[in-house]
């Protein structure tokens, strides 16, 4: 009886090895990718891979540019109604009375009615002679005298937007401590306002005593003020 000899050699198993490989290797990838999957899924990888593949959606919003603020009309240019000024009056001052010079000494004779019997001469009666009345303040011109305080002008803002100018001749009674009494308009600048203003000014002249004889009396004095505009 002859015997059966079965060999096993190393062809036996390299041929088993392919086979199983050749059977459970697609099964072993397949397995093995869904391992790599699910742990992805647990691990948030692949909400992170989701988040960086798809883009991310911008929100616009469009806002309406605000309205234009429109310029408030102008105002309508305004009436300025200027005052009337009343016309100055200037106070009256009295003219000095001038006396005439007494007429020269008058002698009046008396003739007594004839006596009976031879009477001496009559003798001759003068009349008295009367005294000579006071004299007002003479006037004098401004250059004989002289100033403590001079003039200053004040030129009148209205004077000046107008256009006026001219000369002021002022008469000012100067007192025997060298102030002034009174102050006149002797000629007038042909403007209300440059005489005024100039006869303010010589009310706040200070000027020394007029002196005669050694003792201070009081005088007229003719003072000249000009307004005069430069360009």
Do not use: W
């Not at 000899?5 to 099964?27: H, M, N, Q, W, Y």
């Not at 016309?87 to 010079?101: D, R």
């Not at 305080?149 to 107008?162: C, D, F, G, I, N």
Request: charged fraction near 15%.
């Amino acid at each position: 009886m002859s015997a059966m000899t079965f060999s096993c050699g190393p062809d036996l198993r390299v041929t088993s090895i392919e086979k199983l490989r050749a059977k459970f290797g697609p099964l072993a990838m397949v397995l093995a990718a869904h391992a790599v999957l699910i742990y992805f899924i647990y691990s948030g990888l692949m909400s992170r891979m989701v988040d960086a593949a798809i883009p991310q959606a911008v929100l616009v919003t469009f806002v309406a540019p605000p309205p234009e603020e429109k310029a408030p009309p102008p105002a309508p240019p305004k009436t300025v109604v200027l005052a009337q000024l009343r016309p100055l009056v200037l106070p009256s001052v009295p003219m000095p009375e001038v006396q005439l010079a007494p007429p020269p000494n008058t002698i009046s004779v008396t003739q007594a009615p004839p006596p009976a019997e031879k009477a001496p001469a009559p003798a001759f009666v003068a009349s008295p002679v009367p005294a000579p009345g006071p004299s007002g303040p003479k006037t004098i011109a401004s250059g004989a005298i002289e100033f403590i305080l001079p003039p200053q002008t004040v030129y009148p803002a209205m004077s000046k937007r107008m256009g006026e100018q001219g000369k002021v001749v002022l008469r000012i009674l100067i007192s025997e401590n060298g102030k002034p009494d009174q102050v006149q308009v002797q000629t007038s600048s042909g403007f209300s306002r440059l005489d005024e203003a100039g006869r303010q000014a010589g009310l706040r002249v200070l000027f020394k005593p007029h002196l005669e004889d050694g003792r201070a009396v009081p005088v007229y004095v003719l003072l000249p003020l000009n307004f005069q505009l430069t360009s």
